[in-house]
C-alpha cells in the first residue's frame, strides 16, 4: 500500500467511503463526481498503478466482480445500460494512478459521452499491426 495514494487508503478503509461491496481483495465504491446516477469504481486493495502493474490474480478476479456488480447495479437502479471502462496513463484519461474500473450505469435520457470518432485503416496497415503486434 503507498502512503501517498489515496485509493489505497479508500480502499483500505483509512478514508471512509461510499462502499458498495467490499471484500479481501477488493472495494467498490461509489465515484464523487459520477457521469451518471450510480457510478462507482472498483479498487484493488492492493497497490497497481494500472492494468500493466496489475497482478494476473487480481485481473482474472475483477472482470468477475464486475459482472456480479453490473448485475445487482441493473437490478437495483433499472439503469437501461452499462459501461464498464479502465484508463491507463494521462493520455488515456487516467486521473488516479491506482488501477481502478469504472462501473457506470446508463440511463436512456443520460448526457454521458464516452466514444470516438471512427478512423479509417487499410488491410496493408492492419495486416503490419498483426505482425507487430504477435511480435512475427
Ligand atoms: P480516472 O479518470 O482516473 O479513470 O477516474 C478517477 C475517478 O475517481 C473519477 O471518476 C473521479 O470522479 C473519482 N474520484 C477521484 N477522487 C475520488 C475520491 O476521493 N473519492 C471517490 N469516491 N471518487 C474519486
Ligand atoms: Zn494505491
Known sequence: MSDQCIFCKIANGMIPSATLYEDEEFRVILDLNPAARGHALILPKE??????????????EVFVLAKKMAAKMTDALHCDGFNILQNNGEVAGQTVFHFHMHLIPRYESDQVSIGWK????TQEELNDLVKLIRGE
Do not use: K, R, V, W
Open 47 to 60: 497497490h497497481a498503478a494500472n492494468i500493466y502493474e496489475l497482478s494476473e490474480h487480481a485481473a482474472s
Open 118 to 121: 471512427p478512423g479509417e485503416t
